[in-house]
């Protein structure tokens, strides 16, 4: 287990009256990337810039490398930031930009050139080095900006939403690049996105957050398969919440019943007992629509609607009149087109493919 | 464009368009042709010359219009120096400074100098300096401009501040800067177009001061306007055109300086907008 970079404790902010964040408490070790994902104003910019020093906490203690640093202004933090709009400084060419951050700590001119070189060709700027910032594209800028941060060796790099100016393409790209430049420099990553995909791809962790807590910790496969609660279950991929009752809770998988008195087995992350209400969520990928009624965990009903979405296949199944499931089959075999609506199916559900979720 | 407030379409908005530029610019083209003009009499022609550009620096005034004019610019440098660097202060402190007490109307103090009757500021500054008692000399002209120049190199350093985005600010302190080098390294160069312009109209409003200048200069101190007043009121001869087309000269090579200043220098990069979010 390597050092712990970042540790958070009970970190609260408030502005005014209004609270942005509250209760949250994780560590992010040394050479990891780490990633806030969640939705808009859920706190993340909050809780980067609480961490790079221009904000104060309103409680708690945030540690770097086992100190606390609170009483610290931003330039006395080893702490280096990509800011979301990249904020390069208009008068200053590629170079200045790259090496302000290592004349600032007081390098000599030559340590900064040769230091800047080095960024230069890391991030493949080479012919752009004498620009100015008015003079790149979109994903240019966003190099520069990464250089210019990652520069002074900080000990953490924090990335606002870095790639959410660009277009596909290049995002896709720089997530390669994001990756590949953390594998080189050995620098603590926490990146802050909105978008899944983004997080998934990229980070050893993540922190999914919403309305200023955090919600769950874990690795892409965790947090995916088995979410937390259902804010974390809806927000990372998609999923069907059936309203259910643990009726027994002796076995290894607990016994459910859903409000339509369908019954089935699902698994928790939590010592449930007998009688807990909650919610069964299924991933739509992980079912599959048959005509003839299989074996283990399966649920039937009224294929209502199916969608072609090139390599899905989408369908809505209806169990009750108010309580509708969605499934997706790979578009590798004809199984589902055989199938019309209006038809009864059954629906059989993955191994191990239900989670029982308390809230 | 709505058509319905298009201007071009009221009846008589051309000939007006004309007699208002006609109002504004033919005193300035008759002062400047005369000045050229061979002739004692300032209303007949009598040919080409620049004799009244040499009678300024040679002729029976010229050592009261030398005077005049090297207190007028040392005062115009000093006043609009000063004044630049009080208003640059005063538009990080109102911008930067985050929200305080009395904001708006500090504002409206810094800006209302500019609205009230020169005459009113003229009387008020002089009743101000003899009740402390302050010797009437090139001193008192000079404080009195520094006064009223402030609002004037202010407007400009605080609509370029105001566009400049605060991340700049925060980046630079990321990247280990102090107060003081974020100033120096990155506020000073982005505002400098801004800064520039508040500099030349501030030296531009002092140098061509006239009522706050006589009200508050000591006998024998004078200025270039206060020279050519007193010359002019024993009878308009020539010479005066002369060194009002030079002033004239002056003005708009300055004003033209200012301009090419703020179109040379790099805009800041424009903020990238956020995508909708998705899902
Ligand atoms: N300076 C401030 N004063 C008052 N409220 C603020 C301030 N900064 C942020 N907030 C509020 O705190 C909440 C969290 O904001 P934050 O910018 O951290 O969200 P975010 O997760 O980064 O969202 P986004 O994905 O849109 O960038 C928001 O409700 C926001 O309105
Ligand atoms: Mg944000």
């Known amino acids: 287990m390597s050092e712990t970079a970042i540790q958070l404790e009970s970190v609260r902010k408030d502005f005014g009256d209004f609270t942005a964040l509250s209760e949250v408490s994780f560590e992010i070790s040394d050479n990891e990337f780490f990633t806030l994902l969640g939705p808009s104003g859920c706190g993340k910019t909050t809780l980067l810039r609480l961490i790079a020093g221009f904000l104060n906490t309103t409680g708690g203690t945030i540690r770097l490398f086992g100190e606390e640093i609170e009483a610290l202004p931003p330039n006395k933090r080893p702490i280096n930031t990509v800011f979301q709009n990249y904020a390069l400084f208009p008068h200053m060419t590629v170079r200045d930009n790259i090496g302000f951050g290592l004349s600032m700590l007081g390098w000599s001119r030559s340590d900064v050139a040769t230091r800047v070189d080095e960024m230069v060709s890391m991030v493949k700027l080479d012919q752009f080095a004498e620009r100015r910032p008015s003079q790149l594209s979109g994903g240019q800028q966003q190099r520069v900006a990464l250089a210019r941060a990652m520069a002074p060796k900080p000990k953490v790099l924090l990335l606002d939403e870095p790639l959410s100016a660009l277009d596909l393409k290049l995002r896709q790209e720089m997530r390669l690049e994001l990756k590949r430049l953390q594998n080189e420099t050995g620098i603590t990553f926490i990146f802050v996105t909105h978008d899944q995909e983004e997080a998934l791809s990229m980070s050893d962790r993540i922190a999914v957050m919403s309305a200023g807590k955090v919600q769950q910790i874990g690795s892409a496969v965790d947090i995916y398969e088995f979410p937390e609660n259902r804010f974390v279950a809806g927000f990372i991929g998609e999923t069907n919440l059936i309203e259910a009752e643990v009726i027994d809770a002796s076995a290894d998988a607990l016994t459910c019943q859903l409000v339509n008195g369908a019954v089935l087995t699902a698994r928790s992350l939590h010592e449930i007992t007998k009688g807990q209400k909650g919610w069964v969520s299924i991933r739509p990928e992980r079912m599959t629509l048959s005509k003839t009624k299989p074996k283990g965990n399966s649920l039937s009903g009224t294929l209502t609607g199916a969608t072609y979405l090139g390599t899905d296949n989408q369908y809505a199944v209806g169990l009750t009149d108010d309580l509708s499931l969605n499934v997706r089959h790979q578009n590798r075999t004809s199984v589902g087109a055989a199938m019309t609506t209006g038809e009864p199916v059954h629906i059989s559900i993955a191994d191990n493919a239900a989670r029982f979720l308390v809230d | ?279």
């Open chain 2, 1 to 279: 464009m709505n058509r319905g407030v298009d201007l071009r379409r009221y009846f008589g908005f051309f000939p007006m368009t004309l007699l208002c530029l006609f109002i504004l610019y033919a005193p300035l083209i008759i002062v400047t042709v005369y000045s050229l003009n061979d002739s004692r009499s300032i209303t007949s022609w009598e040919g080409i010359s620049l004799r009244w550009y040499a009678e300024i620096f040679t002729g029976p005034e010229s050592e009261k219009f030398r005077k005049a004019a090297w207190n007028s610019l040392t005062i115009a440098v000093m006043a609009a120096t000063t004044a630049t660097i009080i208003a640059t202060a005063a538009a990080i402190g109102m911008i930067r400074g985050g929200s305080f007490r009395g904001k708006s109307a500090s504002f409206a103090l810094i800006s209302l100098p500019i609205m009230v009757p020169e005459i009113v500021t003229a009387v008020a500054t002089l009743i101000f300096f003899s009740a402390i008692g302050f010797k009437l000399g090139t001193l008192s002209i000079l404080v009195a401009h520094i006064v009223f120049c402030i609002p004037f190199a202010y407007m400009p350093i605080n609509a370029r501040l105001q566009g400049i985005d605060a991340s700049y600010e925060e980046a630079a302190h990321d990247l280990y800067a102090s107060r003081w080098q974020i100033f120096w390294h990155v506020m000073m160069p982005i505002m400098s177009p801004g800064i520039i312009s508040g500099f030349l109209l501030a030296f531009i409003i002092s140098l061509d001061d006239f009522i706050i200048t006589n009200f508050v200069k000591g006998a024998g101190v004078e200025t270039l306007p206060t020279a050519i007043f007193g010359s002019v009121k024993q009878g308009i001869k020539p010479n005066i055109m002369a060194l009002s087309t030079l002033l004239l000269l002056l003005s708009i090579l300055l004003v033209t300086a200012s301009y090419f200043v703020g179109q040379r220098r790099e805009k800041p990069v424009p903020t990238n907008q956020k995508p909708e979010t998705e899902a």
